[in-house]
């Protein structure tokens, strides 16, 4: 039997490419961001195809990197907005849960906990500027906002991150 | 420990969760499915309309024996899966389908068919599904009742499934007439959902009946109705439970972060409360359940005047027994019971509640007296993965929904245990709700028996949002909203500006301009700009740990796009000393 599906073989490998770099941590992203591990894949996933939709039209006037944590938090949004109704398979099983590959040690466990408590708007920024190397240009063109407001949100996120922190052997962050 | 300790942690964490191979080749299989479906404009040539005569001449000659992609799955597909226990064909068994699907002329894919052949085998369901998408469509819930119904039946005869998922309407549920009527009726009327809805190039409509067949203690049919703008994505939503209980209807619109919802508040409770009893504690952990949803998506312009219960709708309450419980709820009550050291005579009350798989919670109370008249006396929180004692404690003084919400907001609410009062107590002592609330409570006239005219006098005074009252108004209507013993669940409060001591609005307003125009400009346009709208600022308190740690204007400038949508940018001005404690500047539409 023909073909119906004619492949654009050299995008489509290129879209692998970029799952095979940024999608673990990319889901990872998604994950922090939503709070479930299954809305967290299916959004990774729709990150990759709304990628792969808007790949003639990205000017590289940002890193792909960039790009793709851009589309994936807008994905997260979209999805928190409309998490209690998709009309998706009810036959479709849930995978595993994340549980950590190696046991975690306990301070870090609390650093990882305590930023997953803050607040969204500081969490991402955390996530992007600490986790993801991300400068603040690149984050403040991510979040759509300006420099100066991702630098106030990350010494927020500091402030609070110590004071969630204090007591606990560690300190978190340079303040 | 300094940063990468925030990187590592996250890895570390995490490093359970990664993209796997099966995701990776759903994502290429959907990008094959939106290219196929990307719509196409044809010119039809002469050459073209004599192609498509001769292959309608010839499909029409071999119609009687070729199979279409759900009579193949029914007929070829579904008899051999049920050939065998397990849930995946095995590599043989998919050729075979590949070559008979070939022969049928069913468009298979073309990654499908690599991801089946380069990974030796596939999952049952999924390549039926596969299949019967080439004739339905790609979303299950636009193909009719009758389909969904057949197929799901298909995977509970093939072994795949517990139970039918999918159902029909018997003779005592609604028509599918009637429900469709119900909800293209009310979004039409309160979600302006557009009249040519049925047009269907313009919208897809999703259209489900069914119930959750993982969960054995589901018991509520649900008629789900949806509409998707194929041009602006917009989707429009309306769930009804089989008794006739509308428990959402709202429209999204992507790219916003606000929605519009046809139910308010007051809608939810009292439709609940009409269906499953006036008391809370008489619902069981399904409705509770449906209840939280119904409540998050709600309008909440204008809140249900019973503070309590949008405290308890704050609780994401589970249904346990589907994927994410780990411990039955048996022996949630004996690890309780045992912690609790609560004898026989007392009865278990249980919720479930979390957020995600690693935050799941039991909360067990044991009450005594009747039914319904119920008398909480302990409790203890269980971890729902670990079996771990998260809290245990009694119920002294705890107001009625206690048993109702996480034992951390149970233990904020408990520790100020001042009763519901509408003036001020002897010996009172808040550094939140000083003397200046009580002299405004006095000032307005308003008491535990005044309270509510006051509250409908203001609201048609000056309107639904009460950002836009008098600042002592606004005080007063948090007070009875919240109620002081919340008072430390929020970081602000709205206060009572003072002349003499805080710097007036329009100080303030100036402040907040200058701000926001240091870096407006690079960030709208001048036309933009000049609609900028600065709104009136809220005054309040900021809280932090029980105390006051600022008085603080605070303003939201917005900025209107050409296509009517707003970004928001908020900027929090020190009210004693004129500071700028926060800047949040935005061209984000609908940020904020």
């Known amino acids: ?19 095979n770099q940024y999608g673990d941590s990319l889901l990872r992203l998604c994950y922090l961001y939503l709070k479930d591990a299954g809305m967290a894949q299916d959004a990774v996933q729709d990150t990759f195809v709304k990628a792969w939709k808007k790949m003639d039209t990205f000017e590289g006037r940002s890193s792909e990197k960039t790009w793709l944590c851009h589309i994936a938090i807008n994905t997260c949004r979209d999805y928190q907005k409309s998490r209690w109704l998709r009309f998706v398979d009810m036959r479709r099983s849930i995978d595993d849960l994340p549980l950590p590959i ?61 004071m969630e922190l204090e007591g606990s052997e560690t300190e978190c962050v340079n303040t | 420990m300094r940063e990468h300790m925030i990187g590592s942690a996250m890895d570390q964490n995490l490093s359970g969760l990664y993209m796997t191979k099966e995701m990776k080749m759903n994502v290429l299989y959907r990008v094959q499915n939106d290219k196929a479906a990307a719509p196409k404009t044809f010119r039809l ?89 080439t004739e339905l469509g790609f979303y299950p819930g636009s193909w009719s009742l009758e389909d969904q119904n057949w197929y799901s039946q298909m995977l509970v005869e093939c072994g795949l499934a517990d139970g039918v998922g999918n159902l029909l309407p018997g003779e005592n549920d609604f028509t599918q007439e009637q429900v469709l009527h119900m909800a293209n009726t009310l979004m039409v009327e309160k979600l302006e959902l557009p009249p040519d809805y049925a047009d269907e190039t313009k919208f897809q409509r999703f259209f489900t009946f069914g119930m959750d067949t993982n969960n054995p203690n589901v018991t509520f049919k649900r008629w789900d109705v949806g509409y998707e703008d194929l041009e602006t994505g917009a989707q429009y939503n309306f769930m009804m439970l089989d008794n006739g209980l509308i428990t959402q209807a709202w429209r999204y619109q992507p790219g916003t972060e606000a929605s519009l919802h046809a139910l308010t508040e007051d809608d939810v409770v009292n439709s609940f409360r009409h269906y499953f009893g006036n008391s809370v504690l008489q619902w069981n952990m399904e409705v509770l359940e449906q209840f939280y949803h119904s409540f998050a998506m709600c309008d909440h312009t204008k809140k249900t005047a019973d503070p309590g219960i949008r405290i308890v709708a704050q609780t994401c309450f589970l249904l346990p027994g589907g994927h994410y419980t780990y411990m039955t709820e048996e022996e949630a009550i004996r690890l309780a019971r045992e912690v609790c050291k609560a004898d026989e005579s007392l009865q278990p009350y249980v919720i479930y509640f979390g957020d995600g798989p690693n935050n799941m919670h039991w909360k067990i109370s044991f009450w005594e007296g009747t039914e319904k008249s119920m008398q909480f006396r302990l409790y203890a929180q269980i971890d729902g993965r670990t079996g771990e004692t998260e809290y245990a404690g009694d119920y002294s003084g705890a107001p009625w929904y206690a048993p109702l919400v996480s034992a951390d907001l149970h233990a ?22 000083t003397d200046d609330y009580w002299d405004a409570l006095e000032a307005l006239d308003y008491n535990a028996e005044t309270r509510e005219q006051r509250i409908a006098e203001w609201d048609s005074q000056y309107g639904n949002a009460t950002n836009q009252w008098p ?90 796009f050409d296509d009517g949508q707003y970004s928001d940018s908020l900027i929090h001005i020190d009210a004693h000393t004129g500071e700028i404690l926060e800047k949040d500047i935005s061209s984000a539409p609908g940020n904020g």
């Not at chain 1, 650093?111 to 403040?140: F, G, H, N, S």
């Not at chain 2, 899966?81 to 298979?108: C, H, K, W």
């Not at chain 2, 245990?417 to 009172?428: F, G, S």
């Not at chain 2, 900021?542 to 303003?555: C, K, L, S, T, Y």
């Open chain 1, 1 to 19: 039997m023909s073909t119906q599906f004619s492949p654009d073989a050299e995008k489509e490998m290129h879209l692998e490419q970029l799952m």
């Open chain 1, 102 to 162: 190696q046991p975690v040690d306990p301070i870090v466990r609390d650093v990882y906990e305590t930023v997953k408590a803050l607040p969204e708007k500081y969490r991402i920024c955390v996530l992007l500027y600490y986790w993801q190397r991300m400068t603040l240009e690149d984050i403040a063109q991510v979040l759509s906002v300006s420099k100066s407001t991702v630098h106030h949100r990350l010494e927020k996120a500091k402030v609070l991150l110590k």
């Open chain 2, 45 to 133: 040539s002469f050459g073209l309309i004599a192609a498509i005569v001769l292959i309608l001449v010839t499909v029409g000659a071999v119609a009687a024996v070729l199979l279409g992609g759900k009579a193949f799955t029914k007929d070829v597909v579904a008899p051999i899966a049920m050939q065998t226990d397990s849930e995946r064909f095995s590599a043989q068994e998919v050729e075979e389908i590949l070559r008979l699907a070939d022969e049928n002329g069913i468009p298979v894919p073309q990654y499908l068919r690599e991801r089946w052949e380069k990974w030796g085998g596939e999952y049952k369901e999924e390549l039926m599904r596969a299949l019967v998408k």
């Open chain 2, 412 to 433: 904020s609410i408990a520790e100020d245990k001042t009763p519901r009062i509408y003036e001020k107590p002897e010996n009172w002592r808040s550094p939140i709700f």
């Open chain 2, 471 to 560: 600042y002592a108004h606004q005080a007063v209507f948090w007070w009875w909203d919240m109620n002081p013993e919340f008072q430390n669940i929020n970081c602000h409060v709205p206060g009572i500006p003072v002349e003499g001591e805080h710097i007036s609005k329009e100080e303030a307003e100036k402040i907040a301009r200058n701000c926001f125009m240091e870096e407006a400009p690079s960030l709208f346009t001048e036309e933009e700009l000049s609609r900028m709208n600065i709104l009136p600022p809220n005054f309040h308190y900021q809280v932090d740990n029980g105390q006051i740690v600022a008085h603080v204007w605070r303003f939201d400038i917005q900025i209107q």
